[in-house]
């Protein structure tokens, strides 16, 4: 049976637990620092998929069609759960499908702290030209980058080329994601 969405406090904790992470506080997959068992795996892909749809349906302006919302909830919920589907292949292949739930959740709440992080600078900055936000929004793409990459790395508990891996998979289904969301809405989506 599917598992109940976290409340606020886990939301909020999880995102804690992602900025963290990003900015080398802690390790990835310490239990100290955040659960790391199959809950803690819903609780993050939860949160994940309800993110995503608090932060699209508005920037979209999806309230105005029923078919283009449902089939923004669906695709949504396809995105979220495109990239654990294939890591825990990925990993099963290379044989560290043990520390799957570490890696999922550390990589998850790295993704949804960065999805909030760059709402709150677009919003922000939203009377900005287009150039000063990029200036902005450059460096923090590299941080996440290089943030997905430690997590992977540690999480893993393995070499910085898996990581590297993990981290060309996750921007690979990123880019799949994009082209879903662009079909579901009929090529509304703009860049």
């Known amino acids: 049976m599917l598992p109940t969405p976290p409340g606020f406090a886990k939301i909020l904790n ?52 029923l078919e283009q919302l449902v089939s923004f909830v669906m695709v949504s919920l396809l995105i979220t ?60 793409a590299f941080w996440m980058l290089w943030a997905f990459w430690r997590g992977g790395t540690q999480a893993l508990h393995a070499s910085g080329w898996t990581g590297l891996l993990m981290l060309a998979l996750l921007i690979t289904v990123h880019l799949m994601a994009y082209v879903l969301m662009t079909i579901s809405q009929g090529g509304s989506v703009t860049t």
């Open 14 to 65: 999880g995102l804690i637990y992602g900025m963290r992470f990003a900015t080398a506080q802690i390790k990835a997959g310490e239990i100290k620092d955040h659960p790391q068992d199959v809950p803690a795996v819903w609780d993050a892909l939860w949160a994940s998929w309800l993110i995503s749809l608090m932060i699209g349906v508005p920037m979209l302006g999806l309230w105005g069609s």
């Open 81 to 140: 759960m495109l990239y654990p589907i294939f890591s825990y292949y990925v990993l099963a292949w290379l044989g560290l499908h043990q520390r799957y739930a570490p890696f999922i959740i550390t990589m998850t709440w790295i993704n949804n702290f960065r999805e909030v992080l760059v709402l709150v600078l677009v919003l922000m900055f939203s009377s900005a030209e287009l150039n000063g936000l990029l200036m902005i929004l450059t460096p923090v």
